[in-house]
């Protein structure tokens, strides 16, 4: 099973700011089959990144994924007060799918 | 619009089964796989497995093997999953999912049904 290591577990910044977020994987995720997404209070995750960097429909292009191998990154460049959220990583090149432990972005 | 609605919270006893669904529209049905999803409370994220609405073929980790199964009806659009021997860490909420056509992740999410294991 892949597991996957999301850092830092809460990252305090200002609107304005960029975010850097990282998942490491304990092995080579294969075809960058990685994911990311966001999930506020209350509601089910939204699909922001899919096969490393490929943004899904609708999301603007402050948010980028790269990487490859075991390490990949999702950065907002410029951050939006709705950006404040709880960000998950998902490993889908070997079953079982996992997903990291979440990275909770908040307002400093 | 793409659209998964899912059947209201339960609350069961240890060792009982729930069965939850999933009912799909704004596209066609035998398109893409649902998967489940699950979140303990303030817990992440775990993947249950999934079934091809189209064959009713499913794909379950071995954590859920023997417990979990999926069905589908295609003339209603509605995918179920049922878990048994229910036990209080099972307390979560599942999530159906639509994985996407070119890729394993899930684009399109259910709103959530709270599943309460207790006695």
């Known amino acids: 099973e892949t597991v996957l290591t999301q850092s830092p577990g809460t990252l305090s910044l200002s609107p304005g700011e960029r975010a850097t977020l990282s998942c490491r994987a304990s092995q080579s995720v294969s075809s960058r089959y990685l994911a990311w997404y966001q999930q506020k209070r209350g509601q089910a995750p939204r699909l922001l990144i899919y096969g490393a960097s490929s943004r899904a429909t609708g999301i603007p292009d402050r948010f980028t994924g790269s990487g490859s191998g075991t390490d990949f990154t999702l950065t907002i460049s410029r951050l939006e007060p709705e950006d404040f959220a709880v960000y998950y990583c998902q490993q889908y090149g070997s079953s079982p799918y996992t997903f990291g432990q979440g990275t909770k972005l908040e307002i400093k | 619009q793409v659209q998964l609605v899912q059947s209201g919270a339960e609350v069961k006893m240890p060792g009982a089964s729930v069965k939850v669904s999933c009912k799909a529209s704004?596209?066609?049905?035998?398109?893409?796989?649902i998967h489940w999803v699950r979140q303990a409370p303030g817990l992440g994220l775990e993947w249950m497995g999934g079934?091809?609405?189209?064959?009713?073929?499913?794909n379950y980790p071995q954590k859920f093997q023997g417990r979990v199964t999926m069905t589908r009806d295609t003339s209603t659009t509605t995918v179920y999953m049922e878990l048994s021997s229910l036990r209080s860490e099972d307390t979560a909420v599942y999530y159906c999912?639509?994985?996407?056509?070119?890729?394993?992740?899930?684009?399109?999410w259910g709103q959530g049904t709270l599943v309460t294991v207790s006695s």
């Open positions: 704004g596209y066609t049905f035998s398109s893409n796989n």
């Open positions: 079934i091809s609405p189209s064959g009713g073929n499913t």
């Open positions: 999912a639509r994985r996407m056509a070119t890729a394993a992740c899930f684009d399109y």
